[in-house]
């Protein structure tokens, strides 16, 4: 069964530092999302994106974080300049539409570590 | 605004008893709500949706529009049904899901 797939499985970054976060979503799927999870809080909506631009976006997302489909396969999140609080778990999801009948599938995740 | 609430953090119950994992929800449009499940070590993994009123692993999940409610329920819980489960809420415009706080299942020996 194909899967979203999210590259690296770590990332430890310096406070201050850029990081960019890597996505391959099913190959066949239009909608791409990314989701984040703080250790011991809830999984928070940062970003739905289709056709080339953003679809919706939470209040999290603000000027520091971009999203880009860099070319027909991958899908990269942004941190411009890391704050310690951006350390969490980074969660690529992707989905064939945005009907319910057809959920999002998640990937791994990226667990951010910012020192 | 939508908002999902699973009020229990964790819930422990032996093998063979019955299982019910609350979830509520608040959101003014038509709701459509999953539960995902996380086992251990492993990623997120849709379990079961409200619109294809299914049974997944004997796992069902009722709508109740009164209570903004949708339950997730299992007559006998089996060890390996131990994980993480999530309900979502997906909005109207299908490009944004509202995750509750998780509930841990463990299902004792």
């Known amino acids: 069964e194909p899967e979203v797939t999210q590259t690296p499985s770590h990332q430890v970054t310096q406070m201050g530092q850029e990081v960019i976060l890597r996505c391959v979503p099913i190959s066949n799927h239009l909608y791409f999302y990314w989701y984040r999870q703080i250790l011991g809080q809830k999984v928070e909506f940062l970003v739905s994106f289709y056709n080339n631009e953003i679809s919706e976006k939470s209040e999290i997302f603000d000027d520091q974080f971009s999203v880009e489909r860099p070319d027909g396969s991958n899908f990269t999140l942004k941190i411009r300049s890391t704050k310690l609080e951006d350390s969490a778990m980074y969660f690529c999801?992707?989905?064939?539409?945005?009907?319910?009948?057809?959920?999002?599938?998640f990937g791994d995740g990226t667990r951010l570590s910012i020192l | 605004a939508q908002r999902v609430t699973q009020p229990e953090k964790l819930l422990s119950v032996f093998k063979g008893a019955p299982v019910e994992l609350k979830c509520n929800y608040s959101y003014s449009g038509s709701p459509e709500l999953f539960w995902y499940v996380q086992y251990s070590r492993q990623r997120l993994q849709l379990l079961l949706r409200h619109i294809s009123r299914e049974s997944i692993k004997g796992f069902t999940a009722d709508l109740n529009k009164g209570e903004t409610s949708f339950h997730l329920k299992k007559p006998f819980a089996q060890e390996e049904d131990s994980a993480m489960y999530y309900c979502?809420?997906?909005?109207?415009?299908?490009?944004?899901?509202?995750f509750g706080g998780g509930t841990r299942l463990m299902v004792k020996p």
């Open positions: 999801a992707s989905s064939p539409t945005g009907a319910p009948t057809q959920p999002q599938h």
């Open positions: 979502a809420l997906l909005n109207n415009a299908g490009n944004m899901l509202t």
